[in-house]
T-cell receptor, first 118, second 118 residues
């Protein structure tokens, strides 16, 4: 049963600390998405990768957030320095990608990382 | 830009009864996907059902079915024989069918919290 995995599942940290969240997409999927969920804003897309290259990170605060895919099996989202307003659940999702310009299939979500910044 | 609206913040249903969750959306595109995701207390996002806009037939998945009204831009979810495990937050989502970046971005509604009473 292929699944997207995320670590850590929970993270409590102090303001100013660096936070790194990791995601392992489903094997064979070449698109990876990072979403953030808060009570106020709902679900927001932060960044989107295809074949490890960032295609859209317009939803991500550039001054403190960074997203990378060091290899096809690992995506990372870093916050440095973290702030209390970053407290949220961060979801990673993966999908098979596009073919001929047509988006294929569905995004599969991981369990999320619940982040609390004090 | 596409928008998705769920006008029912909360719904409740008796176990074994049927409940319908509403969703409307706004788009100028003619071809797209619509989804219902379920988010239980574990916070994981679980795909419930999806509908391709070019298909007139309503999608069904076991006890879950949709009523897709393309002209009205309406996409409701019907849950039959409700079970206690159906209790969750339900999100309606939209995605374009074409495009490298916009085509893969999911736009979510605000969510409907479903309670199932024994």
């Amino acid at each position: 049963d292929a699944r997207v995995t995320q670590t850590p599942r929970h993270k409590v940290t102090e303001m100013g600390q660096e936070v790194t969240m990791r995601c392992q997409p489903i094997l064979g999927h070449n698109t990876v998405f990072w979403y953030r969920q808060t009570m106020m804003q709902g679900l927001e897309l932060l960044a989107y990768f295809r074949n490890r290259a960032p295609l859209d990170d317009s939803g991500m605060p550039k001054d403190r957030f960074s997203a990378e895919m060091p290899d096809a099996t690992l995506a990372t989202l870093k916050i440095q320095p973290s702030e209390p307003r970053d407290s949220a659940v961060y979801f990673c999702a993966s999908g098979p990608g596009t073919s001929g310009g047509v988006v294929q299939e569905t995004q599969y979500f991981g369990p999320g990382t619940r982040l609390l910044v004090l | 830009a596409q928008t998705v609206t769920q006008s029912q913040p909360e719904m409740s249903v008796q176990e074994a009864e049927t409940v319908t969750l509403s969703c409307t959306y706004d788009t100028s595109e003619s071809d797209y996907y619509l989804f219902w995701y379920k988010q239980p207390p574990s916070r994981q996002m679980i795909l419930v059902i999806r509908q391709e806009a070019y298909k007139q037939q309503n999608a069904t998945e076991n006890r879950f079915s949709v009523n897709f009204q393309k002209a009205a831009k309406s996409f409701s979810l019907k849950i039959s024989d409700s079970q206690l495990g159906d209790a969750a937050m339900y999100f309606c989502a939209y995605r374009s069918r074409f495009g490298e970046t916009s085509g893969s971005r999911l736009t979510f509604g605000e969510g409907t919290q479903l309670t199932v009473n024994p």
